[in-house]
């Protein structure tokens, strides 16, 4: 089992930052591949980012690349998502999943997920 816990989520100004993060327990969460999802009203929920358990491979969505970096600490059991140069259109409830095995980006492959963090972000 894994259980996961995002923060960091709040109100922004559009051109701002946040860095969303993840704290994870469990036996397994060193072996995990993680990911970044969010879900706006009304829409399904998307992949975002995502990085394998190493932290030498990463994916992203084309609509956030060059803007969002995902990253990991193992030591500390924690996966950060910082988001720069935040637009309107990256509103929505970011969740934090996990998954033993590679990395993969859809959300069909991630077992684990937390309660999700809301990010919101005004023009």
């Known amino acids: 089992q894994v259980q996961l816990v995002e923060s960091g989520g709040g109100l922004v100004q559009a051109g701002g930052s946040l860095r969303l993060s993840c704290a994870a327990s469990?036996?397994?969460?060193?072996?995990?591949?993680m990911g970044w999802f969010r879900q706006a009203p009304g829409k399904e929920r998307e992949f975002v980012a995502a990085i394998n358990w190493s932290g030498g491979s990463t994916a992203y969505a084309d609509s956030v690349k060059g803007r969002f970096t995902i990253s990991r600490d193992n030591a500390k059991n924690t996966v950060y998502l910082q988001m720069n140069s935040l637009k309107p259109e990256d509103t929505a409830v970011y969740y934090c999943?996990?998954?033993?095995?590679?990395?993969?980006?859809?959300?069909?492959?991630?077992?684990?997920w937390g309660q999700g963090t809301q990010v919101t972000v005004s023009s």
């Open positions: 469990g036996r397994t969460v060193s072996s995990s591949a």
């Open positions: 999943a996990a998954r033993v095995g590679v990395l993969r980006t859809t959300t069909q492959e991630y077992r684990y």
